[in-house]
């Protein structure tokens, strides 16, 4: 199984970006996906998920109203759109597979993927 990020990057405070996720070898459709990230110095934590067919999404409360979660299970990615980024968004986010329908867990995590550095300037 193969979790390939990408769309991370630099970007000015109040900015946005689209970060996205290609998954090979697993049944995408089968699995809930969604991102994490970790900041510096601090523990990997949960962002965002949507389930198999895209008709829910989960946010951690840092991030709801301006992240959205979206996935194409035709071209086997999930999106993540960020808008209104703050300093505090800075940290590597990893795409992620469960088959768990929720607000993960470090713990609910079937697959991960590769990180990719999300750099936000004030």
């Known amino acids: 199984v193969q979790l390939q990020a990408s769309g991370g990057g630099l970007v000015q405070a109040g900015g946005s970006l689209r970060l996205s996720c290609l998954a090979s070898?697993?049944?995408?459709?089968?699995?809930?996906m969604g991102w994490f990230r970790q900041a510096p110095g601090k523990e990997r934590e949960f962002v965002a998920a949507?389930?198999?067919?895209?008709?829910?999404?989960y946010y951690a409360d840092s991030v709801k109203g301006r992240f959205t979660a979206s996935r194409d299970n035709a071209k086997n990615t999930v999106y993540l759109q960020m808008n209104s980024l703050k300093p505090e968004d800075t940290a590597v986010y990893y795409c992620?597979?469960?088959?768990?329908?929720?607000?993960?867990?470090?713990?609910?995590?079937?697959?991960w993927g590769q990180g990719t550095q999300v750099t936000v300037s004030s």
């Open positions: 992620a597979a469960s088959r768990i329908a929720s607000r993960w867990s470090y713990r609910d995590i079937a697959y």
């Open positions: 070898g697993l049944t995408f459709s089968s699995y809930v």
């Open positions: 949507v389930i198999w067919s895209g008709g829910t999404t």
